[in-house]
Every structure is written in structure tokens, then in C-alpha cells.
């Protein structure tokens, strides 16, 4: 099954990391004007995926989450401190 591009599943993914390990994780995806840009919540470091749908961006942030614990280790997930839940609100800043 494909989301369309405009209407991606509701609520949050979680992405399972292939393996021996199986974890839960969860990626946000962010609609721009040029594409889609997609991140894990809970990793330690710096893990970034794109593309031009919603399935491109998911697809490349589970490659990059793959290689990022395959050179960094299990230890990048943080265990001692998973994301619950996340949520996106909205604040009105003066400027």
C-alpha cells in the first residue's frame, strides 16, 4: 500500500531497525517545498533522511538509521531514555 504524498498515515511510524535487534523507533517526516526530510527520535548523534515523496524520505532514514548503529553500535539507540510519545505544537513569535 502507498500513502499519497499529501496525506501520510496518521499518527506516529515506527520504524523497525533489521537484525538481530528489533527496536521500535519513531520517525518524524517533514513535508517542504522540495521534498521530504525524515528523522528518528531517541538516536544519539545525527541521522537524516530525504526524498522526493513521503516513502522515498522513509525509506532512506531506515537505510541511514541502519548504518548509523551498524558504525556506532546498539548504544546509539539510548535505551535508558525512549521517546514516550512526541507531538507537534504550534507558538506564535513576535519578530
Known sequence: MTAKPDTPPPGILR????GAL????KIIVEKH???YVA????????VVGQGDS??????????AIDFHIETFGV??????SPVL????A????AG
Not at 548504544?75 to 535508558?80: C, H, R, T
Not at 510519545?85 to 507537534?88: G, L, Q
Open 15 to 18: 520504524a523497525s531497525i533489521s
Open 22 to 25: 528489533m527496536t521500535n523507533i
Open 33 to 35: 517545498p522540495d521534498g
Open 39 to 46: 528523522y528518528p527520535l531517541g538516536l544519539a548523534g545525527a
Open 54 to 63: 513521503y516513502e522515498a524520505a522513509l525509506s532512506d532514514v531506515r537505510s
Open 75 to 80: 548504544e546509539a539507540l539510548e535505551p535508558e
Open 85 to 88: 510519545e512526541a507531538f507537534v
Open 90 to 93: 504550534e507558538a506564535t513569535i
